[in-house]
C-alpha cells in the first residue's frame, strides 16, 4: 500500500509517496481503508520543521474512511468513521490507504455529507471545539474569534453561535470578511488596529494576532496559535486533545446541518505537494483535502 511519508525535514519536495507494509491492527485496535485525509498547519509544519517522530515518518492527523478490519466489538467492516490522530506526538500518520488506530480514536462519520469531505472536520472541529470549552463561552459573553476565515477559526464561529453567544471576527484580508459573515460573524475586520478596545468577554485567537487590546477587562484569552500570549492574567493556550465524545458530538451537528464543512479543494493523494503548495500560499477558505 501507498502512504505519503518524509524522511527528511524540508520543503513539498521532502514528501514522497511510498511504498510501504500494510498495517496490521492491535489488540482493541481497528484498520481503516482510506477514503481522505485533510492538510493542517501541522503537516506543513512537522514537514518544514525538525519536530515530530523519528523519520521516516508518515504524516497526516485527519482521517474519513471505511473499517475494513476490528479487533474491536464496537466496530464491524463496513462502518464509516472518522478519526483525529496526533501524529506528531505518537507517529501514527494518517496520510496511508490503510491506517490501524485504537478504537478509542474513532467516531461514526456523519451520513449527510460525503465520507471524503468528513476528513475535513476532525481536527479542525476538535480544536474549536475544546478552545471554546477552555474559554468557557456561553450564550452571554462578546466574543471574538480571530483568524475566523481558517479551519479551525470557521468552525469556532459557527460553535460559539451555537452556545448562544454574539460573535465577531478578525480575517485576514477583505476578501474574506463575507466568508466570516456567511459562518455567522456580525461585526468583522481585517485590521486588527479597528477592534474595539476593552469590548470582548472571550478572544479566541487561531492567528496569533495583537487582540488582547480588544479583551474586556476580566475577560477570557484563549489562544491556538505558536505566537506568546499577550500579557493578559490567565491568558491561556489550548492544545487540542484526541477525543471521540467530541468528534462524535461534531457529527451530529453536520447531521442536523448545524456545522457547515467547507472544502476548497480537493487533490489526489499523489499530488500531495501542489497540495502543500496551495496551503501554504495562504488565502484558502476552507479545507484542502487529500483523497486516497
Ligand atoms: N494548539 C492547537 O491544538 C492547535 C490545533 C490546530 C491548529 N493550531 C494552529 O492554529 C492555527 C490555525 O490553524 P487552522 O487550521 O485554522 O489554519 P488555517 O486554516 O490556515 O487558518 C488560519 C487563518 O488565519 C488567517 N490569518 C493569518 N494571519 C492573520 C492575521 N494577522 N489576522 C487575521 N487572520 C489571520 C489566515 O489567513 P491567510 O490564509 O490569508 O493567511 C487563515 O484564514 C495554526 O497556526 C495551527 O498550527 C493549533
Known sequence: MHAIQIASHGGPEVLSVREVPQPAPGADEVLIRTA???LNPVDWKTRAWEVGPELPATLGWDLAGVVTATNHPGYRPGD???AMSAQIATGRGTWAEQVALPARLLAAAPTT???VDAASLPLAGVTALQALQQAAVTDGDHVLITGAAGAVGGMAVQLARHTGATVDALVSRPEHLVAARELGAERVWHAPADLPRRTYTAVLDTAGT???PALAPGGRYVSIADHPLPDIPGAAKSYVQEDQDHLAHLAALVDRGELRLRIAHRYPFHEVRSAHERFEAGGVLGKI????
Open 36 to 38: 481522505a485525509s485533510s
Open 289 to 292: 483535502l487529500l483523497i486516497f
Open 113 to 115: 455529507v460525503s465520507l
Open 210 to 212: 495583537a487582540a488582547g
Open 80 to 82: 464509516q468513521v472518522i
